[in-house]
């Protein structure tokens, strides 16, 4: 082989080098980058910027609320937009609240309401009650007007009762949000802190004569408006209107710190009842042993209405429990 044969081969391998480094380098570019993420939400990544230190002082958890600017330039609400300090919408009636009034029994709590609690959207309709639980937090709107939200937006963990007066049909819209103490980063502080917690809503109706009307399953509809937190934005997927998230990581993280969440912004007229949900994806249910609910006096005094044998009321939620976690679903009682 001569000098000019050598040094041909010499250039090849260097060439090789190279492009191998540089492919390496793309692939994690087309893995990682936000640039490269081609779903319809709009990303950030990192920590948020806190606005309110603490919704509820007396919470276990640190129920902060904060924004984010995405890379689409818009800004949004962490972990949700929520109507907690507007008085103009009702706080719901306890059925087991650790800051409130904690009840054994369903009957115990509805005794203690004096009918101030019912909520008027027909005049002439009957009356409803509902028995929520929700982890952690709901709003709920009946044909669009305001009928109940959480006392507790992150932890302990409570339960509710709602009554309000309507006329058949009508439709029930809530608003979940699993809480975060790593605002725009989906996470807790727990083992390590970066832990994604879970969500999750089980809600029972029933009309004046104690006749199940209502309860949470794969009939209701629910969609996703905030995911996070999202390690690779290469997982995830949309199709139709379901926003795909079961590929991601739910690992804990040493260091969560750069992780993405993606946005999605919500109707205007999600709550009401000619809000058009036909193409939303069908709630998904979960077990209450999947919620961890076995050792939450908040659900587990209401087993005679949450686990009703003949009408046993499944937790919901999007498809993604975990990382899902801001949620809107909806049902329309006939
Ligand atoms: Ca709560
Ligand atoms: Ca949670
Ligand atoms: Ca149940
Ligand atoms: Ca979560």
Not at 78 to 96: Q, R
Not at 132 to 140: C, K, R, V
Not at 251 to 257: I, K, P, R, Y
């Amino acid at each position: 082989m001569n000098w000019n044969n050598k040094l041909l081969i010499l250039a090849i391998c260097l060439n090789l080098v190279n492009t191998g480094c540089s492919e390496e380098e793309d692939t994690m570019d087309e893995t990682t980058a936000i640039g490269d993420y081609t779903g319809t939400g709009s990303v950030t990544q990192g920590l948020g910027t806190t606005t309110v230190s603490n919704l509820f002082p007396d919470g276990q958890r640190i129920a902060a609320t904060g924004t984010i600017t995405a890379s689409d330039d818009t800004e949004w609400i962490l972990p949700a937009e929520v109507n907690f300090t507007d008085d103009s919408f009702p706080f719901a009636s306890d059925l087991s609240n650790s800051y409130g009034n904690s009840y054994n029994s369903a009957s115990e709590a509805l005794a203690a309401l004096d009918g101030s609690d019912i909520i008027e959207i027909d005049g002439s309709g009957e009356v409803i009650t509902g028995f929520i639980f929700a982890d952690n937090y709901f709003e709920l709107y009946v044909n669009g007007e305001p009928v109940g939200k959480d006392a507790v937006p992150f932890t302990d963990f409570n339960s509710h009762i709602v009554r309000f007066r309507v006329e058949r049909p009508f439709t029930l819209a809530m608003k979940l949000v699993d809480w975060e103490e790593n605002l725009g980063l989906g996470s807790e502080k727990q083992a390590t802190d970066y832990h994604a917690g879970d969500g999750g809503m089980v809600a029972f109706f029933q009309d004046e004569q104690a006749a199940t009307i209502a309860i949470t399953n794969s009939t209701w509809k629910a969609q996703t408006y905030y995911i996070a937190p999202v390690q690779d934005l290469s997982c995830l997927s949309e199709d139709g209107q379901a926003r795909l998230s079961s590929s991601c990581s739910t690992a804990d993280a040493e260091d969560g710190s750069d992780f993405y969440g993606v946005h999605w912004e919500l109707p205007s007229d999600w709550m009401k009842e000619s809000f058009d949900d036909s193409e939303w994806p069908s709630a998904t249910t979960y077990t209450n042993n999947e919620i961890g609910v076995d050792n939450k006096e908040s659900y587990t005094n209401f087993t005679d209405i949450f686990d009703k044998p003949a009408d046993d009321a499944e937790f919901i939620w999007s498809s993604n429990v975990v990382l899902d976690n801001e949620v809107l679903v909806r049902y329309t009682v006939d």
